[in-house]
């Protein structure tokens, strides 16, 4: 069964760095998503992108962040410069069209922030 | 705003006990609810769902009724098994929107 999936899984960086987390969508899948969940908090909405660029964004989604297809397969999320409050687990998410179409998760990037 | 509560855990069962984990909603609209299981290493699934009020989600011997009178979404079963641990997430969905609004998730721990 095709499944997203996300590299690495788990990563650890120094404030104040830049860190690029990345996707690979399910292969004809066409809308792209990220989202964060912040430990014992609720997983939350980042951004979502369609046709090479985004169609929504949260709040949390501010200039530090930004998002690339940079080839047919890859999705990636950045962070230009990296706060302590940014450790959080990263969920990437593909969906075939827009609307009610089931959203399918990857297994997460833990980035942890020191 | 359109949040989710869902109970804090971790659930710790014995195998073949009965699962409820609750999960109540605010909405400013009429939301789809939904429930995600993510097994250890694995991303999120999407385990059940339902439309409208009183609709019963079901899938692999889990249960969900859409409750509007209670705004609520309980996940039950009736005999956990220890392949179930994992985290499940409540997640509600307005009407029009394609992005759901998640609840923190609760870990499940079933026991031999």
Same mark, same amino acid.
């Given at each position: 069964?095709?499944? !997203?999936? =996300? /590299?690495?899984?788990? +990563?650890?960086? =120094?404030?104040?760095?830049? !860190? ?16 964060? +969940? ?5 997983? @939350? ?18 200039? +530090?962040?930004?998002? @690339? ?32 179409? @089931? =959203?399918?998760?990857?297994?997460? /990037?833990?980035?942890? !922030?020191? | 705003? $359109? ?15 009965? &699962?409820? #984990? ?23 699934? &999407? ?6 009020? $009183? ?28 392949? $179930? ?8 969905? #307005?009407?029009?929107?394609? #992005? ?8 499940? #721990?079933?026991?031999?």
């Amino acid at each position: 069964e095709p499944e !997203v999936t =996300q /590299t690495p899984s788990h +990563q650890v960086t =120094q404030m104040g760095q830049e !860190v690029i987390l990345r996707c690979v969508p399910i292969s004809n899948h066409l809308y792209f998503y990220w989202y964060r +969940q912040i430990l014992g908090q609720k997983v @939350e909405f980042l951004v979502s992108f369609y046709n090479n660029e985004i169609s929504e964004k949260s709040e949390i989604f501010d200039d +530090q962040f930004s998002v @690339e297809r940079p080839d047919g397969s890859n999705f990636t999320l950045k962070i230009r410069s990296t706060k302590l409050e940014d450790s959080a687990m990263y969920f990437c998410a593909s969906t075939l069209q827009g609307g009610d179409y @089931e =959203q399918y998760f990857g297994p997460g /990037t833990r980035l942890t !922030v020191t | 705003g $359109d949040s989710v509560t869902q109970m804090e855990g971790p659930v710790t069962l014995s195998e073949e006990a009965f &699962l409820t #984990i609750n999960c109540t909603y605010t909405a400013t609209g009429y939301p789809s609810l939904f429930w995600y299981v993510q097994y250890p290493g694995e991303g999120l699934q &999407l385990l059940l769902k339902a439309t409208k009020a $009183d609709d019963k989600g079901s899938n692999k011997g889990f249960e969900a009724t859409y409750r509007k009178e209670t705004t609520s979404f309980h996940l039950e079963k009736g005999s956990v098994q220890v392949s $179930d641990s994992a985290v499940y997430f409540c997640a509600l969905r #307005i009407k029009g929107s394609y #992005i759901p609004t998640f609840g923190r998730g609760t870990s499940l #721990i079933v026991h031999p």
